[in-house]
């Protein structure tokens, strides 16, 4: 095994916070290839402004494609950030240090793009705050009780709480960047630093709060999924309304959101040169933590088939026989299965292979394709039921512009990460340099411990 090198003050500085203080060719040209992907998706939002949803694949009574699909992905995805960090950060495990951050940020700008999506779905996208009960003159109410209310209280909270997460692990690398900086950028800086000087009092408060922050949005973690889960199985469409849906939706929304985290460290390690800090260790941590939550997603997954074929309901048993025989569904229930658990918790299973970082890169995109797949395969069947009126039958064929706005989302968030890390680091600098300082041991009796104990 390659042996951990101990990086001093100065290394860590330069390995951090090198892309922050310098700008390398290679950032503007992935910047414009970026923002041209995403000014596609704009043109598409645009067009339907204009001319409404009729340009897209949408009918009745397929009345949710692969917008909301969207939606319910990058609501999964968002659930990263408080897996890797709270929970890590509650039980202080000190492989978290390298990863947490570019989960919370994650976390930030999945959520984003995922409230976009309603928003476009519904038409008048300008209208939205219709969702909120304001109206004192006219008395005119949204009906509290559907989900379609509780979504956007249930979102903006969670966005609230993941932003004050990353805001508050920042301050002292904003503090590093405002005296390593001149000019507008040391303004820039200064003001978000907050005055922070680095003493005692303020890393204590810091840690206080990071810890009150982390029970705090748990819950919250648990709620906005089990919400949205909630949009599904409050309604009577056959095979939606099923009461396993809330842990099931949690529990993938785990399984894509840690792949993505191997995902993207895997694509930091490689654009920043970070081998020394993001290693092969933290990789093997995340391929076990996966190879258990997707075994728990599995369980779901088929309970909830099960619960379908179980009830014995003529709408049930035709929406699950068009799930699992029908094209294209059967394929897809084939591969989400494949792609989901087979091939990659049977290679996790291996330590070479969870320390193998182009296959841990590999497998966790191919969750991720097997979970956007899962989450259309339950939406969309459903809708398009053969035992509705002949006058109601259809089919769901996305056009163009949504297949737009499903690659635009990916290159939104994606340049949303890389502005990011061009403004602050992606990898706590504090964080390294306190896990070196964490990691000196000394030798008392026959043991070796920690040179410096945290109270």
């Known amino acids: 095994m390659q042996e951990r090198r101990v990086l001093n003050e100065a290394q860590i500085n330069q390995g951090l916070l090198g892309f922050v203080l310098k700008t390398p060719g290679w950032f503007w040209v992935a910047a414009l290839v970026l923002a041209t992907v995403v000014a596609g998706m704009l043109t598409s939002i645009v067009v339907m402004i204009v001319f409404g949803l ?52 994650l976390t930030v700008f999945s959520l984003a ?43 903006f909270t969670y966005l609230t709480g993941a932003s004050l997460f990353v805001y508050m692990a920042l301050l002292p690398d904003l503090g590093i960047l405002r005296d390593r900086t001149t000019g507008w950028r040391h303004t820039f800086y200064s003001i978000l630093s907050l005055g922070w000087r680095g003493n005692p009092r303020q890393f204590k408060l810091q840690f206080l709060l990071g810890v009150l922050l982390s029970g705090l ?17 409050v309604s009577l469409v056959p095979a939606w309304h099923a009461t396993v849906f809330a842990p099931y ?34 990789f093997d941590a995340l391929g076990r933590l996966l190879i258990a939550v997707a075994t728990t997603w599995l369980y779901f997954f088929m309970l909830d088939v099960w619960f379908g074929i179980f009830g014995g309901e003529s709408r049930e048993l ?8 029908e094209w294209p ?20 299973l291996f330590r070479a292979v969870r320390r193998n970082i182009g296959l841990m890169f590999v ?81 008392i009796g026959r043991r070796r411990v920690p040179a410096i104990i945290r109270e």
């Open 329 to 348: 569904w059967g394929l897809m229930f084939l591969i989400i299965l494949t792609l989901g658990y087979i091939v990659p918790v049977s290679a996790w």
């Open 113 to 155: 793009t995922a409230a976009s999506f309603p928003l476009i779905h519904m038409g008048r996208m300008w209208r939205f705050y219709w969702v909120f009960p304001f109206d004192f003159d006219r008395m005119i109410w949204p009906n509290v009780r559907s989900p379609l209310i509780w979504d956007p209280s249930a979102i």
């Open 318 to 325: 035709s929406v699950m026989e068009q799930r699992i025989f």
């Open 249 to 282: 939706f949690v529990i993938g929304a785990v399984h894509s959101g840690v792949s993505a985290v191997v995902t993207m460290m895997a694509i930091l390690r490689w654009a920043f040169k970070w081998e020394d800090f993001i290693r092969p260790e933290h």
């Open 54 to 105: 009729g340009p897209t694949g949408l009918n009745r009574p397929v009345f949710w494609g692969f917008m909301i699909v969207n939606f319910v992905f990058w609501v999964g995805i968002s659930h990263a950030g408080v897996m890797i960090s709270s929970i890590l950060r509650l039980c202080q495990a000190e492989w978290r240090r390298p990863v947490t951050r570019a989960a919370e940020v």
């Open 217 to 233: 949005i748990l819950p919250v973690f648990v709620s906005v999924h089990s919400i949205v889960s909630w949009d599904f199985a």
């Open 363 to 443: 497998l966790s995109i191919l969750v991720n394709v097997s979970m956007w797949m899962e989450r259309l395969w339950l939406i969309v069947p459903g809708l398009q039921n053969k035992e509705r009126l002949p006058f109601n039958w259809n089919l769901y064929i996305p056009s163009a512009l949504e297949i737009m706005l499903v690659i635009g989302s990916f290159t939104l968030v994606m340049l949303g990460l890389l502005i990011f890390s061009k403004l602050f680091p992606l990898i706590p600098v504090w964080e390294q340099k306190e896990g070196q300082l964490l990691r000196e041991e000394i030798q």
